[in-house]
């Protein structure tokens, strides 16, 4: 079946740029997304890309999508504690709105 | 953007009782609406898609006697799960779609004593 794979830790400082990973397997996908969650908290939709592009931007988030190795990466620049969260990527196949999400990234911002 | 509602948003229940979460899309009517589980630390699995005026669909694995879903309007998707215990508790968030676009609700953390 589908999966979708993250690190599941990412230590930065303060001011310095993320970038979290995530691999697909479901050669199908048509949208990828990236999610925040904060501690106790829902899902906050951050990005997503659709599976005909190769990069997206949107102020300090960066997204690259390697279609042909199934990679996903989510760049954030001059990351603030803030930033801090856990990041999942997910994707979905068009006409069905069933989301697969990867396992989570726990973003840790260092003052 | 599109607001998806959930109601409680923590709920702590005594072993053997049945709890009923609900999910309100407030701005949008949602055919389909989905609910996840999460695990501490762990991703969200999705555990059914819950389709109006008809039977949900349950993943593999999770059980729909257990987990019973109701999406009788538009608008709104209800999670029971019955004769919760322990092993119940986590943190349960529904999703509305809308176009290409899934709305998630804040999420509800049910603790089973």
């Known amino acids: 079946g589908e999966d979708v794979e993250q690190s599941l830790f990412l230590s930065v400082r303060e001011g310095d740029s993320s970038v979290i990973n995530c691999t697909y397997t479901?050669?199908?996908?048509?949208?990828l997304y990236w999610y925040k969650q904060e501690p106790g908290a829902g899902l906050q939709l951050l990005t997503y890309i659709f599976s005909n592009m190769d990069m997206k931007q949107d102020q300090r988030l960066t997204v690259l999508l390697n279609k042909k190795d199934k990679h996903l990466s989510l760049r954030i620049a001059d990351t603030q504690t803030g930033d801090s969260a856990i990041y999942f990527c997910a994707e979905s196949t068009s006409g069905t709105y069933k989301y697969i999400f990867g396992t989570g990234t726990r973003l840790k911002v260092l003052a | 953007g599109a607001v998806v509602s959930q109601h409680p948003s923590r709920v702590i229940c005594k072993s053997g009782t049945s709890v009923k979460i609900e999910c309100r899309s407030l701005d949008f009517q949602a055919t389909t609406m989905f609910w996840y589980r999460q695990f501490p630390k762990q991703s969200l699995m999705l555990m059914a898609t819950s389709n109006e005026g008809s039977k949900a669909t349950y993943e593999q694995g999770v059980e729909k006697d257990k987990f019973l879903i109701n999406h009788a309007s538009l608008t709104l998707s209800t999670l029971t799960v019955t004769s919760a215990h322990p092993e119940d508790s986590s943190f349960y968030i529904c999703?509305?779609?809308?176009?290409?676009?899934?709305?998630f609700g804040q999420g509800t953390r049910l603790t089973v004593v």
């Open positions: 479901d050669s199908s996908s048509t949208y």
């Open positions: 999703s509305a779609s809308r176009r290409t676009e899934a709305f």
